[in-house]
């Protein structure tokens, strides 16, 4: 196959059939399919140009890797470190039990002080191996002396088959940086002095919601006996007020027996700004909220772009004649700095690694 031929080949790699290999659903191969699988061979096994410098190698590894991830795995190139936008991901050491790794991983700003204690891998790692494997990833340890944050991948083999001379890729997309915790905040709001009337929209749109381990909630939900879905607080712009950067307090009012408690959190898909509420008295007793719904502010658009500001509605059962007794007290965390992507890719053998 010539070098024209590959590449355009290449072009009919489906991102649709990568997806639906991946997620165990049925590919159907047409001959143009097959020419392109071909083609996807044809530039890993090029030993002449390096992978990761070839254009189309991403494509052609994912095509490869959703048809046969132990084909694919072999024949990627082992590189223990990656650079890009100035930061280094490095594997520093592997220990292997049977099924089960576990993988120590570096990250280090070669050129300035991006990375801290803080820096979170913000749910963009991919872990990749020859066979159906789990894997987990969490933050270990920073060393502020050399400015490097190392985390532990931990990965166990489903099918228990021992790892043993396999390949392992793990990825990163994106780095979050400037995290910051707040926990126990006291809210600037009165309960006793709440609108018993607060203005309510049927508009929103809704990301998802959650509800509390109570006996019958899920009953009282679907039947509807509590008003869970059709209306959230309807917020005035000009009464909003900030609890930390990038988290503000837009509603809040009492109806139908029902507290309602609402906060905006900015641009979550770059910030993962996010938080929790829930009621105290005097005595530091908690009353959690009997559920919560998260919904899109206006302009936000199905891809990722426009509006990304979230909205997270609050809303706890509690008598009326018992607002006065309760603060609102939450736990925040917030990132403002801005994701850094850089796409960074190690694979290594893990019998090398030990």
Not at 126 to 143: L, N, V
Not at 165 to 175: A, R
């Amino acid at each position: 196959m010539k070098t024209e031929d590959i590449l355009y080949a290449l072009t009919d790699v489906d991102e649709r059939d990568i997806d639906a290999a991946k997620n165990g659903r049925r590919v159907r191969f047409t001959p143009k399919k097959i020419v392109a699988l071909a083609a996807a061979l044809a530039v890993l096994l090029a030993c002449a140009v390096p992978v990761a410098a070839a254009p189309v190698s991403r494509p052609a590894y994912e095509l490869v890797y959703a048809v046969s991830p132990a084909l694919a795995q072999r024949l990627k190139p082992v590189r223990r470190s990656d650079v890009k936008e100035g930061i280094q991901m490095e594997v520093i050491s592997a220990q292997i039990s049977g099924a089960k790794a576990e993988i120590l991983v570096a990250f280090r700003d070669l050129e300035g002080d991006r990375i801290d204690a803080t820096t979170d891998l913000f749910d963009s790692y991919m872990i990749r191996s020859p066979y159906d494997a789990m894997g987990t990833c969490r933050f270990e340890s920073y060393d502020e002396a050399t400015g490097t944050a190392v985390y532990t991948v931990l990965m166990e083999n489903m099918g228990g088959k021992p790892y043993k001379g396999d390949k392992i890729t793990f990825s990163v997309y994106e780095l979050l940086t400037g995290k910051r915790d707040i926990n126990g905040l006291t809210l600037p709001l009165d309960l006793s002095g709440v609108s018993r009337d607060p203005a309510l929209t049927d508009n929103a749109d809704y990301r998802g919601g959650s509800y509390a381990d109570t006996p019958g909630i899920e009953d009282r939900l679907s039947s509807g006996a509590i008003r869970q879905l059709g209306s959230v607080l309807a917020a005035d712009p000009a009464d909003e007020r900030m609890l930390a950067e990038g988290v503000y307090l837009t509603a809040a009012g009492y109806t139908d027996g029902f507290l309602r408690v609402q906060l905006r959190f900015t641009d979550i898909l770059r910030t993962d700004n996010h938080g929790f509420l829930w009621l105290e008295d005097a005595q530091g007793n908690r009353t959690e909220p009997l559920f919560s719904e998260s919904f899109w502010a206006e302009g936000h658009l199905n891809n990722g772009t426009g509006n990304n500001d979230s909205f997270e509605e609050y809303v706890f059962e509690i008598p009326e004649d018992r607002l006065a007794e309760y603060v609102v007290k939450g736990d925040l965390t917030t990132a403002n700095g801005g994701p850094i992507v850089g796409n960074w890719e190690i694979t290594f053998p893990l019998e090398q690694a030990q």
